[in-house]
């Protein structure tokens, strides 16, 4: 099942060659014209065939795989979300974390602030 014969460097040279005959030498209001659409269409017939038969052995292989393996495939499927989940639960506690101690500095830089914008008290000669 080779995508050569559909995609390949020879087709498409074929394609610009079809291009630049239909530009040289037809008639002005025929550029929409393709002499040879019957294997324009038979080639995206064989395209679309092959990856329709590509999609059947995938859902074949797949309902094989769950036939002999299934339990197995959902136990480990299971664990690895399972896993996945915890580690995205452990990274949203320390993410909250962090954002809690932001806060907390931002109050902080506040008060600073505050303290070093307050008017100097009376009396002090500076």
Same mark, same amino acid.
């Given at each position: 099942?080779?995508? @050569?014969?559909?995609?390949?460097?020879?087709?498409? @040279? %074929? *394609?610009?060659? @079809? #291009? *630049?005959? @239909?530009? !040289?030498?037809?008639?002005? =209001?025929? #550029?929409?014209? *393709? &002499?040879?659409?019957?294997?324009?269409?038979? =080639?995206?017939?064989?395209?679309? $065939?092959?990856?329709?038969? %590509?999609?059947?052995?995938?859902?074949?292989?797949?309902?094989?795989?769950?036939?002999?393996?299934? $339990?197995?495939? *959902?136990? &480990? $499927?299971?664990?690895?979300? #399972?896993? &996945?989940? !915890?580690?995205?639960?452990? +990274?949203?506690?320390?993410?909250? &974390?962090? +954002?809690?101690?932001?806060?907390?500095?931002?109050?902080?830089?506040?008060?600073? %602030?505050?303290?070093?914008?307050?008017?100097?008290?009376?009396?002090?000669? =500076?």
């Amino acid at each position: 099942m080779d995508d @050569r014969h559909r995609d390949g460097p020879a087709s498409s @040279r %074929r *394609d610009e060659r @079809r #291009d *630049d005959r @239909r530009r !040289d030498t037809g008639p002005a =209001g025929t #550029d929409f014209l *393709d &002499l040879e659409i019957s294997q324009v269409l038979y =080639g995206e017939a064989a395209g679309v $065939a092959r990856e329709a038969f %590509r999609e059947l052995l995938k859902d074949a292989v797949k309902a094989r795989l769950a036939q002999r393996f299934g $339990a197995k495939i *959902d136990a &480990l $499927a299971k664990l690895a979300a #399972d896993e &996945l989940l !915890d580690d995205v639960e452990t +990274n949203l506690s320390i993410e909250a &974390l962090i +954002n809690d101690r932001k806060q907390s500095r931002r109050g902080r830089e506040e008060a600073i %602030r505050r303290i070093f914008s307050e008017d100097k008290p009376k009396g002090d000669a =500076g």
